[in-house]
Every structure is written in C-alpha cells, then in structure tokens.
C-alpha cells in the first residue's frame, strides 16, 4: 500500500539483531576468522540501528510514503553491505566518531565519512566533544552526516554551546535524502545558531538549495559581518537563488573568497554575484566554473571583480563566456598585480579572445604561477599570443592547452616561450593536432627545465617516428618519467612541415616579437617594452588580415568576372559558389570583438 507507513516491531527489530549476530560469526568462520558472539552482538546493534535508521529516512518522500517492499529491501540490502563491512574489520564495528574530540576540548569537529543519517541520539554520541561543559572548538564539518529536525536540533545546541570560539563552518552536504520540508527546516535550525558565532568561513555547498535553500540559510549568512570566504558550490544557484545570496549578503567588505561551481545560474545570475563582487575590494579567490555563464555574464563578473585589486585566482572555466567578455577580462588582468592562478579553460575565447588576454597577461601578472587556457579554439594565429604570455614569469608552473587547434606551427611557436619559463613543471598539449615537428620541438624546449614533472603530449597526430624521436629526447635528458602517455596518437597522413617551416623565417613578424622579447638575442641587443612586445603581437595579426584581404580581393576579382561570363552567354559554365563564401572581408579595424559565429567562419583576428 502507497499510504502505509514502514515500520519494525520491537520483536522484529531484536530477531533480526539475533540473525545479524549470526551471520557475523558464520561468514567470519567461513574466512577462517573467529569472532566471539559478543563482539559480533555488539556490531550487530551497531549496524541494524544505522540501517534502521536509513530506511525510516528513505521510507518518506516529499509527496508521501514510500512503498513498503522498496522501503524494506534498502533495509535489507543496507544491513548485508555493514555485515560484509564488518566481517573485514574482524568482527567489529567501526563507528565513527568526532575528530579530535578529547577532553570537550578541540581544533575541528570532522564528521567525515560514511553516509550516516543521523538521529537524535547518534549525533548526541557523535557531537559529545562540543556538548560537553566549557568545550571549545574553531572549526566544524559535518558534511557527509544527514541532519533531520531532531538532528538538527542536537547540533545546534552544541553548536551555541562552542559559538565563542568557532570561526569556520563547514556544513556542506547535510541534508541529503531528506524530504524537501524537513531539509529546509534542518538548514535553518542550524544556520539560526550559527548567527551566533562570529565566523570566518562558512562552506554551504553540495546541499540541494535553490533559492529556497539559501533563503533557509539567511541567518547565517545575514549575521556574519566579517565573513570572509563563502562557498556554494553545486547547490543548484539559478538565477532566483543568486538574487537572494545578493540580496541576503550585503556585508561583503571583508570578503576574500568565494566559490560558486556546477550550478545554473547564467548570464542574469552572473549579475546579481557581480554586485556582491563589486561590494568586495578585498576578494582573493574567486570561482564561478560551470555555470552556463555567457558573454553578459562574464562581462559583469569582470567588472565587479574590478571593485579592487587584491585578486590572486581566478577560475571562471566551462562557461561560453565567448571573446565578447575578452576586453574586460584583459582590462581586469592588467589591474591585478597579484595573480597568480588564472583557468579560463573551455570558454570559448577563440584567437581573438585569447589574445586580448594574453596580451594584457604579458603586460603584467608578474607573479602568475598557473596559466589555464584549455578548450578554446586556440590555433597558430593565438598561440603567438601565448608564446608571449609566459614570458617573464618566473614563477609559472602549470600551462594547460588541452584540445585546442595549435597544429605544429603553433607548437613550435609556444616552444619558444615555454623554454624561457624556468619553473614550469605541468605542461598540458593534448589533442592539439601536433604532428612530429611539433612534438620534438616542444620536448627539446622544455626537457631541460629543472623541475619538469609531466609533458603531455597524447592525443594528437604524431608518427612512430615522431614518438621515437620524443621518447628519445627524454631518455637522453633522464627524464622519461616527465613524459605522459602517448598511447592515444593517431599518425598523420599528410606531409609535414619542418621545424623552420613551422617556425617561420628571420623575418617573420613573430620572430621579431620574440626577438623583441629577447629570445635569440644577447641580453644588451634586447629593446622594446612590454608594451611594445604586445604591439608586435597586434602589428603581426594585422600584417596577417592585410594578407588576407589581399587574397580575398583577388578572389572576388575572379569570381565577379566568372559570373559575368555566366550571365552574358549561355555556355554552361556553372561558377562554384564556394569561392568568395568561404574568404569574407572583415573590414573592422582590430581591437573589435566579432560575434563567436563570425569569429568561427573567419578563424582568426
């Protein structure tokens, strides 16, 4: 029955406790174990009231009861995964308690571990340390523990009874399998006593919030003055619930972090975290990954993110920010002198946004250490750009260009830079299209730097011969540990370049931007400066559009004249309409932003 309400009698529940105890000594024997019947007695009380426990949690749904027979089989199916649990800790229960819960007093509270749904007694066992007379704690974790009312309640107390000396919360992942009312209800109990400590950080992530989860949690957002890292990560943040994290969190001054990941809160909800972001001049660390923002979106966040110039990292990744938001990510690099971490992975810059951010990441970010520019469409026109990026950046040491479109060109050209970065120890190509010159060049670049850890070079076209060539590099240098996996390369079926093809000539615009820079050139010959480098990088893009256009107009000169001949005779000749389709004039002047479908059809600035 549908209405019928899952239960066990207290006859029920002490046969299946004697069937428990059982099984723990049969199944042990059989493993040539022998475990006493009391140590087994003991687990099995242990194990059947966690299990009882899950089910009477699991048996309520937001609309109603569960059915009897589902209820009862994840009882069943519950108990029999404990026995097997404890049968490999020798017939013992291992029942997890509060880390570093001595004497009422401690640093951290941890209740990580097992899904545990806890009840009133159990988290008066598990929270005994706070409860406790005079107890004094700084830092609390619940998560993985699923707190109902009664829970709640319990937690509460002992969170009141340490308010004095708790600074940092972290009540992520607390009320799964819950029902949507008593989950609700939960957050607010325990974020009610939070209000009355005075915290510094306060992680609600991994709870199923919504803007009525984080309304839920208002007191404790609302009453913390001083807050200085928030997290909401995976918390289902759409738009309505980055209103109320706006709306709630007005006191955003001392606000150094905050970390929003995996929810859906898109262009408008960007907005409302922009305002929260342009009331914070002392924000650190800032993280909006995977959260279907767009070129608005993006072009908010960087703008509020401006309020102040303390940033350090910054991760907006997996979103379609598109190179639309690429002036105002440059125009907030060049004002954070401090960055060090910067993932802009998979947000569809394409050249011309990662150009405009490279430039302004060459023109400073002294102290940038982690450079992230995977998934963006990156080909040789961009990889210039990145090849000036990472110069002067004695601190770098993770470049990602995972699955772009670099080709050998552009990893010869990024090689160039990548040898003058003494620190680098991660360096991410894969799935760039890199053919043999490509891949030789980049292992003779960076083979030598003393702290290489991991050149990842799989997924892309080079030969057997190629693949010799690289592993030898390595071998030769004693680094073949360096070396990733080149398990997954498809060899090509195309001629390849060689490596002053690849490369260019002495002339070549690039050449004499990297020269410039002070590659190949002794120290006293280097000149220009760090703006005059990023001008090289303009100078060459343009040079690169004239060119274009050149051939276009010859292009179109041909056509029209074919489609004269067309008109004015009936011959039969049929001019192929892909000609001046596939080569369209882009007369904006540089510096302008084309839309992501018109930057995809002309493939470069």
Known sequence: MANEVWSLSADQRQDTLDRITANICNIAFSRGLEVPAEIAREAAVAIERKAHTAAQ???KTTTGNRPVAETLESYARKLGALVLEVVKNGGRYAQEGAAGANGGTAEVVDLTGSRDFLTKESTTEVLASMLAPGSTVKKIKFSTKSFGRDAAAVAADAIKNVAGSLTDADISDIIAGRPEDEALDALRIVCKALASAKLRTLN?????????GVRACADAI????????????????????CRAVEELFQASSSLKQLHLFNNMSDNHGAEHIAKVLSRAPRMEDFRMASSRV????GIALAKGLTAGSCLVRLDISDNPITGEAAPALAALIQAQPN???????DTSLTDNGVIMVCAALHAGAAQLEELELSLNEITPNGARAVALAVLSKPKLWKVALRENELEDKGAVVISKGLAQVPSLRVLDMCGNQI????????????????????????ENMISEEGLDQVREIFDDAGKSKALGPLDENMEEDDEEEDEEEAGGDANDPLALALAKAGLGMSPGDVTGSCMGVVQCVVDMNMQDNERQQQQQQQLASAAAAAAGTVAG????????ATAHQHHVHDARPYGSVPSINESRRLGAL
């Open 57 to 59: 949690v699991a048996s």
């Open 204 to 212: 609600l992530s991994d709870n199923a919030l919504g803007e009525k």
């Open 222 to 241: 609302t009453s913390q003055a001083a807050l200085e890292g928030l997290s909401l990560q995976n918390v289902g943040c759409s738009i309505h619930a």
């Open 294 to 297: 767009g070129p608005q979106g």
């Open 339 to 345: 960055l060090r971490a910067l993932n802009l992975n």
């Open 435 to 458: 053919h043999r010159v490509g891949a030789v060049a980049v292992s003779k670049a960076v083979v030598g730097l003393p702290h290489l850890e991991l050149c990842a070079l799989d």
């Open 569 to 576: 005779a009936s011959t039969g000749v049929v001019v192929p």
